[in-house]
Structures are given as structure tokens and as C-alpha cells.
């Protein structure tokens, strides 16, 4: 079969082998030596980890034992891969036309038919954020040290404050295991990758998440965004009324209390050194720690802002992508060359946000023992131990420093690309890559794309080209 030969109507879509391994990575020595290093690197950081969580040294394993903190990090690992690669595939696919797919790919084309109705992409992609957030942070509870003067393998305490104080080996394992593996093959296997039931969960998870309204003050910011800038909200669906209008609004004056009550409570604890980095960093005032977790939302803000003005400006023109002297220096880094920088940036932008949302859990997770009368305003004692896990602070998050920032690039993608402050971001982002730190994601996608039987989505599909050719153009 050629590549042209694309089936049409609702018939099964064929494989076509020209297309088998047209995304596979060419390999040279270099390449390898990166590879090598990143694995060990990994196999590194598993180790250590689990041995941390077999001292009892993590909350999750204080609190209930290292065999739950050790297999709830295992299954959270696993749904964050699937909530990763799954944005991947639901962003890449509205373009192509579900028939294609239908017979051959009957969960994907489920998935398609819920994720693609109305505006029900963009409710996915907030209740999603939220959901990377939360597990994010859960994974820091099962694998951060609560002490850090606890022997792990008897590691020298230089090495010991870099993997585990800092979290290196967390960060590493999360990134690779977590998120890039997934977003590797996701990115050319959309079709293969959410053709099974576990992705039509977490779909539902997702738009349950934002159902309930607890990230709907984010609705809010964009409303008043799309006020400043003059361009208009994009939706599916026609404008709300009567009882949906009401219940829209009354969930964003829910969320805005909910918002208000994480902020307060993080900012008194943290004034009251009552946060998980009180223990680990002592040295760390209170008024300075509220600085620093500030600083550190405001980095993830600007990371989650610049992926979307980045995307944004390379649609339009060179000429119109920035008129400042940091715009055109981030331009030129951007797409100069084959525009391999784009992706490297993805990259390193990744290794940072995860090491900021490390940063922020520490900032954000109570300390206080329930049942001493300590607990934060007077809760429960059931409310105080759920608030240590650190809920407020995924709210927090994820309103704050990530919806909010998007939104915000999303009006204003230029002013964002001049500012000097994208400039460095992108050099500290692309330096991270550079390292080759998660350079091992390439080589488990790869051995998890033959485990599964993924294929690119030209095997089933064909490009663009073939698509027009056949009558269903994107």
C-alpha cells in the first residue's frame, strides 16, 4: 500500500509501512553516550528513593508504612505518565477526521467523540492540570526526606543533599518515568496510545475535576484577559443562560473562596513555621520562605506562560514574532536552524517545573501534628491531616502559577516573548536538556512503543497530504 492509499469512510484504517519509522531518532555515538548516562542516572535515583522510603523518612511512609508509600508512588508514576501522554494525543487529534480511526481504534474514537463535544477539550485540559498538580505533590509526600539527617545507603552527605534534600532523584525519576517517556510516543502515536480504557478514565476524571468548579476563579482570570486584550473567548458551545449561567458563575464564586482559603492558610503557616521546609531548611525565615515560594510559583508561571506564547508566534510571521531586543534574541534561539531547540526547550522546561512544583509541595505541606491543638483555624483533626498532604497548595498552584500564566500568554503572546526574563529561561531551560539529564526517556519510549505495539499515526492515517488526497482534509 502506498503512502496515498488512505482508507475512507468509516473502513478500518490500514497500515501503511512506508510511514513505520518515520520519526525514529537516528543514533550516533554521542547520542548513546547520553542515552547510557541518563539510564544509569535513573536506575540511580530509583534506588536511592526506595531506600529513603524504607528508612520511614517520608511522610506517607511515617504515617502509614513503606509498602503504601512505595506502591502509592508506583501507581501515582503510572497515572501521571497517562495524564502526560494523553494531553499529547487529545490536542494533536481534532484535526483528523475520527472515521479514519473508527473501526480500527474503537476507544480512541470514544475518547475523540467525549473529548472533542463542545468545549469539553478545554474543561479536560483544566481539570488535567489540576490532576498533574496533585499528583505531583502526592509523589512528593511518598518521597521526600521529612529528616535530612538520616543515613540512606550510607551516601556521603554531599551526595545525599543533591539527590534527596534537593530531590534530584525525584525529579529525575518523575520527569523520565512520569512524563517524557509517555510524551514521546504520544506525540506520534496519538491513535495507539489512548486506545484503551484507562485513558477514557482518566478523561472522566478530568471533566469530573472541573465539574466540581474548584479551578473555575480561573474562568474569571480569563474572562478579564480576554477584556484587556479585545480578543474574544474561543467556544464550541453557545453563550450561557439562565440555570447554566448561574451555575457557571456560582462555581467561580465557590472557587474563589475555596483560592482564598489555600492562600490564607498556606500564608499563615508558612508565617508560622508551620511547612514541611521549616523542618527541612531551618535556616530559612518565615518571611523569606513566603518570598521564595512566591518566586518559585512565579518561575513555573513563566515557563507554563512561554510554552504557549512560543507555540503562538510560531504560526505568524518571523517579522511579527517580537520588535524588542529579547524578542529577537529568543526568536533567533527558538526557530533558528532545523527548530530543534523548540522541543529541547520542552525538554528542559520540564525538569524545571518539576522542581519547582517539588519546591512549592515543601512550601505549601503542613507540619502540624492533629490532636495536640495546634490545628490550623480551629479544623478538625481530620480536616488538619488532609490539610498536611498539601491540597491547599495544588489549588494554589495550579490556579496561580499555571492556568493564570497560560491564559495570560495566550492574550499576549508578544509581550511575553520580550521579555528578558522568557530570554533567560529559555537559556536555563536549554542548558538542562543539554546535560542530557532525561536523555533515558528516549530510550524507554522506544522499548514501550514495542512492548505495546505502538505505531505512528501515519501507519494508520497517513500525513496531511494523504488525507487531502483521499477527502478528509484536517
Known amino acids: 500500500m502506498t ?59 511515617r504515617d502509614a508504612n513503606p509498602w503504601v508509600a512505595l506502591i502509592v508512588t508506583v501507581v501515582a508514576i503510572i497515572w ?117 480504557y484507562f485513558a477514557l478514565f482518566t478523561l472522566y476524571v478530568a471533566m469530573t475535576i472541573e465539574f466540581t468548579g474548584v479551578m473555575h476563579s480561573a474562568y474569571l482570570i480569563q474572562n478579564i484577559l480576554a477584556a484587556v486584550s479585545g480578543k474574544p473567548i474561543q467556544s464550541n458551545e453557545p453563550p450561557k443562560t439562565g440555570f447554566t449561567f448561574a451555575f457557571f458563575w456560582g462555581r467561580v464564586l465557590m472557587s474563589l473562596a475555596i483560592l482564598a482559603f489555600c492562600v490564607t492558610v498556606v500564608l499563615y503557616a508558612l508565617l508560622n513555621g508551620y511547612t514541611s521546609v521549616s523542618v527541612k531548611y531551618p535556616s530559612i525565615s518565615p518571611p523569606l520562605a ?35 531586543i529579547f524578542g529577537k534574541k529568543t526568536c533567533d534561539i527558538l526557530f533558528s536552524g532545523n527548530g530543534q531547540n523548540l522541543p529541547g526547550f520542552m525538554i528542559g522546561r520540564q525538569l524545571t ?29 481530620s480536616a488538619q491531616a488532609f490539610l498536611n498532604y498539601g491540597f491547599q497548595g495544588a489549588v494554589m498552584t495550579t490556579i496561580l502559577a499555571s492556568i493564570t500564566w497560560q491564559y495570560a500568554a495566550s492574550a499576549f503572546p508578544i509581550a511575553f516573548m520580550n521579555s528578558p526574563v522568557t ?14 539529564i532525561c536523555a533515558g526517556a528516549w530510550v524507554l519510549a522506544l522499548l514501550q512503543k514495542k512492548m505495546m505495539g505502538f505505531q505512528y499515526d501515519e501507519v494508520y492515517v497517513g500525513t496531511p497530504e494523504d488525507r487531502i488526497a483521499n477527502n478528509h482534509p484536517d
Do not use: W
Open 290 to 324: 513566603v518570598v521564595l515560594l512566591f518566586f518559585f510559583m512565579s518561575v513555573v508561571g513563566c515557563l507554563e506562560g512561554m510554552q504557549i506564547a512560543f507555540f503562538a508566534v510560531a504560526k505568524i510571521p518571523a517579522s511579527e514574532r517580537g520588535s524588542g
Open 3 to 61: 503512502a496515498t492509499e488512505v482508507q475512507s469512510g468509516s473502513a478500518p484504517a490500514a497500515k501503511q509501512d512506508v510511514h513505520v519509522d518515520g520519526h525514529d531518532v537516528k543514533l550516533t555515538p554521542f547520542t548513546l553516550l547520553r542515552y547510557t548516562l541518563s539510564v544509569v542516572l535513573l536506575a540511580f535515583s530509583i534506588a536511592i528513593v526506595v531506600a529513603l522510603i524504607f528508612t520511614g523518612n517520608t511522610r506517607v511512609a
Open 353 to 381: 517545573v518539576v522542581c519547582s512544583f517539588f519546591l512549592v509541595g515543601s512550601f505549601t505541606s503542613l507540619t502540624i501534628v492533629p490532636g495536640e491543638g495546634n490545628n490550623i483555624f480551629g479544623v478538625s483533626d
Open 80 to 196: 501521571l505518565s497517562m495524564i502526560e501522554g494523553e494531553q499529547a494525543s487529545l490536542v494533536g487529534l481534532p484535526p483528523v477526521d475520527p472515521d479514519l480511526y473508527k473501526d480500527s481504534h474503537p476507544i480512541t474514537y470514544k475518547v475523540a467523540a467525549l473529548a472533542f463535544r463542545g468545549d469539553n477539550l478545554d474543561r479536560y485540559l483544566m481539570g488535567r492540570q489540576f490532576m498533574v498538580l496533585l499528583v505531583v505533590f502526592v509523589i512528593g509526600q511518598c518521597t521526600s526526606p521529612l529528616d535530612p539527617t538520616v543515613d540512606v545507603l550510607g551516601l556521603p552527605a554531599g551526595v545525599k543533599f543533591v539527590f534527596l534534600d534537593i530531590g534530584l532523584a525525584t525529579i529525575v525519576f518523575t520527569c523520565v518515568l512520569g512524563q517524557l517517556t509517555t510524551q514521546v510516543n504520544s506525540s506520534h502515536c496519538m491513535i495507539d496510545f489512548v486506545n484503551n
Open 423 to 436: 530570554y533567560v529561561l529559555l537559556l536555563v531551560a536549554l542548558a538542562l536538556e543539554f546535560t542530557g
